[in-house]
T-cell receptor, first 111, second 114 residues
Framework: QQQVKQSPQSLIVQKGGISIINCAYE??????FPWYQQFPGKGPALLIA?????SEKKEGRFTISFNKSAKQFSLHIMDSQPGDSATYFC??????????FGAGTRLFVKA | NAGVTQTPKFQVLKTGQSMTLQCAQDMNHEYMSWYRQDPGMGLRLIHY???????DQGEVPNGYNVSRSTTEDFPLRLLSAAPSQTSVYFCASSSSGRGQETQYFGPGTRLLVL
């Protein structure tokens, strides 16, 4: 299976709260899991990525949690800010496979 | 570096018309691809190229044509536009196309087919 399932479709969070977006994959051959951030009118841009040899990766307020046995990974945005309002895509790839994207999550952070 | 550039930014077509969406990159990337983005469906791969002269189909290739005559350019042609092709189109590039690399996206072309 090549699908990457992403939830929720949309998310509203208060300023200062934690935003959590979840993704699940089927193909155990995937070994690279990036998250892309897209602002309105712009193209997606890499935000943070993880490989399955670690269970967590943190960059500033953004953290990826990875559960290899459950084939799930999630993005946590701590202290969410209005400037974080964007669409977030999870993705999965490997050396032999094209990157597969999730359906996207529209995040709105209320001031 | 300009990165990945796309033209036009916005286009309105009538059903049956043809047009070419332009994409160029200045990062000397071998791999280039076209995606379409529709609400609730994420980014779907249309066509891709692993180098000049080499192209292949992605997930949703019907109604689109591509060619890659140079490393820098990867145009997408709509042969006979249909309302179902109303979408936002993104061009992307990466060093070699392997799924473990960052993809760099252009700003997109919004297409409306009436």
């Amino acid at each position: 299976q090549q699908q990457v399932k992403q939830s929720p479709q949309s998310l509203i969070v208060q300023k200062g709260g934690i935003s959590i977006i979840n993704c699940a994959y089927e193909n155990t051959a995937f070994d690279y899991f990036p998250w892309y951030q897209q602002f309105p009118g712009k193209g997606p841009a890499l935000l943070i990525a993880i490989r399955p040899d670690v269970s967590e990766k943190k960059e500033g307020r953004f953290t990826i949690s990875f559960n290899k046995s459950a084939k799930q990974f999630s993005l946590h945005i701590m202290d969410s800010q209005p400037g974080d309002s964007a669409t977030y895509f999870c993705a999965a790839g490997s050396g032999g496979f094209k990157t597969i994207f999730g359906a996207g999550t529209r995040l709105f952070v209320k001031a | 570096n300009a990165g990945v550039t796309q033209t036009p930014k916005f286009q309105v077509l009538k059903t049956g018309q043809s047009m070419t969406l332009q994409c160029a990159q200045d990062m000397n990337h071998e791999y280039m691809s076209w995606y379409r983005q529709d609400p609730g469906m994420g980014l779907r791969l249309i066509h891709y190229s692993v180098g000049a002269g080499i192209t292949d189909q992605g997930e949703v290739p019907n109604g689109y044509n591509v060619s890659r005559s140079t490393t820098e350019d990867f145009p997408l042609r709509l042969l006979s536009a249909a309302p179902s092709q109303t979408s936002v189109y993104f061009c992307a590039s990466s060093s070699s196309g392997r799924g473990q690399e960052t993809q760099y996206f252009g700003p997109g072309t919004r297409l409306l087919v009436l």
